[in-house]
């Protein structure tokens, strides 16, 4: 489902924010830090911040639903991933360098626009719960024509029959 060209800007330096809901329907919408898409591409494990995420880990708990969106500022690509939860764990320090180098990421992307590193760089984020999702649909969320469109195989990925995916994930 998730093509190699978009694991690579799903673990860039994108912007990433949850979005859950609880059993009222009442959502809530937390910052991430960071992502990375499993072997195969059809799950992908997001990062939880403990400190502000515990509304949206307990959504998780409760149904399962979850709603990813990535965004990379300086020209607001943006893509929506649905699904549902399929683990939520406790990230472990092996997890901790994906972190780590997600924030540095969006820290550079940011002070191209004018952030200094240090206002990114003092959002908790440690420790934190890896949620890990099977990705059922994702959407374009570019602003202009076609935002909201599910995204489509592009058409080389339909003539061959692959998707794209990264098959060397660990």
Not at 2 to 25: N, P, Y
Not at 58 to 79: C, E, M, T, Y
Not at 116 to 134: K, M, S, Y
Not at 143 to 152: H, S
Request: net charge positive; glycine share 12%; hydrophobic share 40%.
């Amino acid at each position: 489902m998730i093509t190699e060209e978009l694991a690579e800007f799903i673990e860039s330096g994108v912007s990433i924010q949850l979005g859950t809901r609880d059993a009222r329907l009442v959502p809530d919408c937390v910052r991430l830090v960071g992502a990375r898409v499993e072997r195969g591409g059809g799950e992908v494990t997001v990062f939880l911040p403990r400190g502000t995420g515990a509304k949206s880990l307990a959504n998780l708990k409760d149904n399962g639903r979850i709603a990813v969106f990535f965004s990379r500022p300086a020209d607001h690509r943006s893509i929506q991933l649905k699904g549902r939860a399929v683990s939520l764990e406790d990230a472990l320090p092996a997890d901790r360098p994906i972190v780590d180098r997600y924030r540095a990421a969006l820290a550079d992307v940011l002070s191209v626009l004018g952030v200094p590193p240090r206002t990114l760089l003092r959002i908790g984020h440690w420790p934190c719960t890896a949620a890990r999702f099977q990705v059922e649909s994702v959407f374009v969320q570019t602003p202009g024509p076609g935002a909201g469109d599910r995204l489509r195989p592009s058409a080389q990925e339909k003539q061959d029959g692959t998707t794209g995916a990264k098959g060397g994930r660990p």
